[in-house]
């Protein structure tokens, strides 16, 4: 029996602002545990909630870059619920009347995966088990940090559409500058529902839930391990029980941890501590006009302005740092070829060496910019260039000085490069008749025991121009 996968989402970016959503306390992450809480983010009674106006302005916005509706009449509700890590037993969301609606995202190839809405909301705090003690604590930090959920419909039908679309909406949101995307940091994260159903089914199959999942890998690794065990049970004429799943990592598999709520459970009714927002046409078309340059323009502008391949614009525009970099590097040496080369090759293999993330660079454009000018002006081989990169990644050096202190300029002494070539032609007779013979690998051998020779130091094109003159 065939079957269908059937993936939805629902996304929580925590948004870049420097105050919570409805108070001023600070949003930055990191600070000693339950340090940065007061009265309202905590619920206390007689306090009251007032909406931080750069929430709505970046929910805004994103909502226009994911083509939504936006809502001019909408408000808040509360979502009743108790857990340790939300001390007011409820949180201030939206159902009724999300910000925006009916919006969509396309990924590769073109599929648009529909977005049914976006919501504004808070933050709960972060439970941390200690495994020492056998206890639980509490870090009420995050609460009140703004969130916007994005839900879209079911619209995937593979584990790789789903990663594909949430890469792309980081991206989206990192240039957008709403949220910094910190994965690692709880920034971004996703609820994944997933079902089954028979190829010539009419009706979903029913769903379950793995809430909280913050990686790319997780993420795949769940959906094809989830659709299987759901494919599995219906096979051996079991049934789906619609429930809240975790996955765990390690073990690579789900267990249930509770049955799945729906919005009745929660009690949702209007928030009274909060008026209704309205905005209008004006402030939704200012926004619009100063919404950034996007990842989808940005790659059409770079294959046209700059000739790029697909491949190059795909992984340059897959990180805001990426694409700042590029630009920055080629306003330095008008060389966007040459720029997405080094950013596409030694920048990312670096980067995966090194298990750092992209934001995490600490080195500058204009490092970057100096070895690219040093090699397309001869003064460095691209060998040499990339053993110099190494070290701008590392250590930070200055790529001039350490060329300098190294020796490691090309050699430029015709006369050094003359002898070295004869030497090594009366050293190496065999390689040199199989060449006269027809076999072309012979000239790169000798061409190879000549930079040998020279550190690598030597032009490759003038060591090859020499050999071919002394031989004929």
């Avoid at 959503?21 to 949003?27: N, V, W, Y």
């Avoid at 009419?202 to 959906?223: D, H, V, Y």
């Avoid at 009690?267 to 989808?296: A, G, H, V």
Wanted: charge should be negative.
């Amino acid at each position: 029996m065939e079957y269908k996968v059937v993936i939805g989402l629902e996304v929580h970016a925590e948004l870049k602002t420097e105050s919570k959503i409805f108070c001023s306390c600070s949003t930055a992450f990191g600070a000693e545990a339950n340090t940065q809480v007061c009265e309202i983010c905590t619920g206390m009674p007689g306090t009251l909630p007032k909406l931080n106006e750069k929430v709505l302005e970046y929910a805004v916005r994103t909502g226009l870059a994911l083509n939504c509706d936006i809502t001019k009449f909408s408000r808040f509700d509360r979502k009743n619920y108790f857990y340790p890590d939300l001390p007011k037993a409820y949180q201030i969301s939206q159902l009724y009347l999300p910000i925006c609606t009916n919006g969509y995202l396309e990924i590769d190839g073109g599929k648009r995966i529909r977005i049914h809405e976006m919501h504004m909301e808070e933050d709960a705090g972060k439970l941390i088990h200690d495994e020492k003690t056998n206890r639980t604590l509490i870090n009420y930090n995050r609460c009140g940090v703004p969130l916007i959920e994005i839900v879209t419909e079911p619209d995937f039908e593979s584990a790789n559409e789903a990663v594909d679309f949430l890469k792309r909406l980081k991206a989206l949101l990192e240039f957008c500058g709403v949220s910094d995307c910190k994965m690692q940091e709880g920034s971004l994260r996703a609820d994944v529902n997933v079902s089954v159903m028979k190829e010539d089914d009419t009706e979903l199959g029913t769903r379950c839930e793995m809430k909280n999942m913050s990686s790319f890998k997780a993420i795949e690794s769940a959906i094809n391990y989830e659709s299987k065990r759901q494919i599995d049970v219906l096979e051996n004429g079991g049934t789906i029980t619609q429930q809240t799943l975790r996955f765990d990592e390690k073990l690579l598999k789900t267990f249930p941890l509770r049955s799945k709520e729906e919005a009745k459970d929660y009690k949702y009714f209007p928030e009274p501590d909060l008026p209704p927002i309205t905005i209008t046409d004006d402030y939704i078309k200012r926004i619009k006009n100063n919404l950034p340059e996007l990842p989808e323009a940005k790659r059409a502008r770079y294959k046209n302005e700059y000739n790029l391949s697909d491949y190059d614009t795909e992984l340059i525009c897959s990180d805001k740092a990426f694409a700042v970099l590029f630009e920055k590097t080629v306003s330095l040496t008008s060389a966007p070829k040459e720029c997405a080369n080094w950013i596409c090759g030694e920048v990312m293999r670096l980067l995966s060496q090194s298990q750092t993330l992209p934001e995490d660079m600490r080195f500058s454009p204009e490092s970057l910019a100096e070895i690219i000018t040093m090699v397309l002006d001869g003064k460095i081989t691209r060998n040499t260039a990339k053993e110099v990169f190494e070290r701008v990644f590392y250590d930070g050096v200055n790529p001039t000085e350490y060329v300098q202190k190294n020796q490691l300029a090309i050699v430029n002494d015709s006369k050094l490069v003359s002898t070295t070539v004869q030497k090594v032609i009366n050293d190496n007779q065999k390689a040199v008749n199989e060449y006269k013979s027809g076999k072309d690998k012979a000239l790169g051998f000798l061409i190879g025991q000549v930079m040998r020779a020279l550190g690598g130091k030597a032009d490759a094109n003038a060591v090859k121009d020499e050999i071919l003159r002394t031989i004929n």
